[in-house]
């Protein structure tokens, strides 16, 4: 977890850094130049998947696309080569999309890269903070129903292929609204929400790459190999020696029990200590949602115009050093892998393990997706509704669509 100090994209290096917008500049001109480039280096190079199939759904999909209806994709978001594989299906399909991108990818995309990012439909959004400029481009895009927006509820990628994490309800609400704006100007159009379900699978039998990189990650926390265990047992020796190093070092004790019970019991410390520290309650939500409340407080204070004090901004990289840690533990599920032993998801927990270690991981062998657009959910009927819990309703159904197809 992180052991040597390296940062990646969810890390809290950025969260003192003035955000700015990025919006959409989609070019029909620039846009093909960009989805080559992510078919054949990223998608195929970088992330090996080799092959794109969707299983079903994709006919209704661009029923709607040609009606002119409006539509919000809602993916899991499992892979760094998610947004890739839709980027993949939207050439194919002729069906350009645009795609909601944490701000994160544009401030480490700087330059052509970034140019073209926006070129091919995508824009930022500042997850943490209340983005009205990208909270309007949103309801702009769905509004003019002209071109597919794509939206990560997940809002993190968790390396959990095979398992969905609480959606942000977020998603729903603003297409609610869309929905609802055009019931009142008597449009002739609808909304739809499309859950969407990407499952990815090894061609190749990587298993043979286990042992070294299991070595590799022992060696990083100074162990002997333990390479008289199986594969599964020596990866949750290794997880729980990691997290009673980090237990110690947070909370500068060690926490018994079973590991489920560690990890949340860990985890609320954490945010429960830092929700006291910032708010008059502490919350009873689930972890992420929890977290991002977290995050957006702690980035107003940083980013105030009356600058803080430095101890007030040292305090603030504390709080976000734990709430990170929050973040990690959260991506490991206990029973995940001994619920299922499979090859890819052996592969996914070492992988992930790499990239928190190492602040980075190749995929070792070749893979596929499989796409699966489950039914359009029309929001007609729904946006009549005046309580306050529907957009809470539609997200459970979109998050019992995708889980139908994962699990």
């Not at 499989?370 to 359009?376: G, I, N, R, S």
Request: glycine content about 4%; proline content about 4%.
């Amino acid at each position: 977890m992180n052991t040597t100090g390296q940062e990646d994209i969810m890390n809290r290096s950025k969260e003192d850094t003035k955000y700015v917008f990025s919006p959409p500049l989609y070019s029909p001109v620039l846009a093909p130049i960009f989805h080559w480039l992510s078919d054949v280096y990223y998608l195929r190079r970088k992330h090996k998947v080799i092959g794109v199939r969707a299983i079903s759904g994709s006919e209704k999909l661009r029923q709607l696309y040609t009606n002119g209806d409006s539509i919000l994709i809602t993916p899991n978001h499992s892979d760094h080569s998610d947004p890739n594989t839709l980027i993949n299906l939207s050439r194919r399909y002729k069906m350009p999309m645009h795609f909601v991108a944490a701000r994160e990818i544009f401030e480490k995309k700087k330059g052509l890269h970034g140019a073209l990012l926006q070129r091919a439909g995508a824009f930022s959004i500042d997850r943490e903070g209340s983005d009205i400029r990208a909270i309007k481009e949103i309801m702009r895009i769905l509004y003019e129903a002209r071109f597919p927006l794509v939206m990560f509820p997940e809002g993190e990628i968790y390396h959990t292929n095979a398992k969905l994490t609480p959606l942000n309800e977020g998603a729903a609400s603003m297409a609610l609204k869309i929905a609802a704006k055009f019931q009142k100007e008597s449009r002739n159009k609808k909304v739809f929400i499309v859950p969407t379900a990407m499952k990815y699978s090894y061609l190749d039998d990587i298993s043979v790459t286990f042992a070294d990189r299991l070595t590799r990650l022992e060696n990083s926390i100074s162990w002997a190999a333990q390479s008289d265990l199986n594969v599964v047992d020596r990866i949750y020796k290794f997880g729980e020696a990691v997290l009673a190093l980090k237990e110690k070092e947070f909370l500068n004790k060690t926490i018994e029990g079973p590991i489920d019970k560690r990890l949340h019991e860990f985890r609320e410390t954490l945010i429960t200590n830092e929700e006291k520290r910032y708010f008059s309650d502490t919350d009873n939500g689930n972890h992420p949602t929890r977290i991002r409340r977290l995050r957006g407080k702690i980035r107003t204070i940083l980013l105030d115009e009356n600058k803080p004090s430095a101890e007030i901004i040292e305090n603030c990289y504390k709080s976000l050093d734990n709430i990170y840690m929050a973040v990690m533990l959260y991506s490991y599920p206990g029973q995940y892998l001994k619920n299922n032993p499979s090859m890819d998801r052996i592969a996914e927990t070492i992988h992930k393990f790499e990239e928190d270690a190492f602040g980075d991981s190749s995929i070792q062998g070749r893979r596929t997706v499989e796409v699966t657009f489950c039914d359009p959910i029309d929001l007609t009927d729904h946006a009549k509704s005046r309580s306050k819990s529907v957009a809470g309703k539609v997200t459970s159904i979109i998050e019992t669509c995708i889980k139908n197809i994962l699990e």
